[in-house]
């Protein structure tokens, strides 16, 4: 049975019964695109910094743009870390797009310098071995078998700008009863990691909404999961 988010102080329901989404807004830039993109996927789309907000949305979306440690900084700000943390440990569905997926790693390290992520999967942010960096343009991604995120996408091209990557998946599934997260690379230089797909927790290196019918079709694909999700 769905919880009505006017009792939690969240988001009320949609009257067109559209699964509500909140994309949450601190300070990351321009993040109109992503709000109009998961609009058309036919979600009810929010743009909040209110906690309240971001906690009881049926899905809550992190963008990311700049360096590491200024997203970091910025969320925290808005008390980002506990808001994420406490959605995913409720199974409540999180997307991180671009700088958004890289800090839930462990660490970034730019210009030498290291920051702290926050630490949902272990790895380090680093500068891609690349002849040219930024990485910028379209790209292949290879999807896992069972990816729900890249269904009917699986072979198409989406849109990177970064020119830090996670190159490596330190991931140890030490549970025997744990569903391995699965994970999709992209390469320039070398391989790296362009999305994970961990339970309610899913992130993506490249912009989906700036991938044209690929991304259109992958935001569809995690809209649609909240619409099953809500009606459980």
Known sequence: MAVDARNLGGPAPDPEGRPTVVVLDYGSGNVRSAVRALERAGAAVTLSAKPEDALNADGLVVPGVGAFATVMDELKAVDGARIIGRRVAGGRPVLAICVGLQVLFERGVEHGVESEGLGEWPG?????????????????????????????????????????????????????????????????????IAAVENGPLCATQFHPEKSGDAGARLLRNWVSSLKAKAAA
């Open 124 to 192: 380090s942010v680093e500068l891609l071995p690349a002849d040219v960096v930024p990485h910028m343009g379209w790209n292949t991604v290879t999807a896992p078998e069972g990816s729900r995120l890249f269904e009917g996408v699986e072979s198409e091209r989406f849109y990177f700008v970064h020119s830090y990557g996670v190159q490596k998946w330190e991931f140890d599934v030490s549970q025997p009863r744990m569903a391995a997260p699965l994970v999709t690379w992209s390469e320039h230089g070398a391989p790296f």
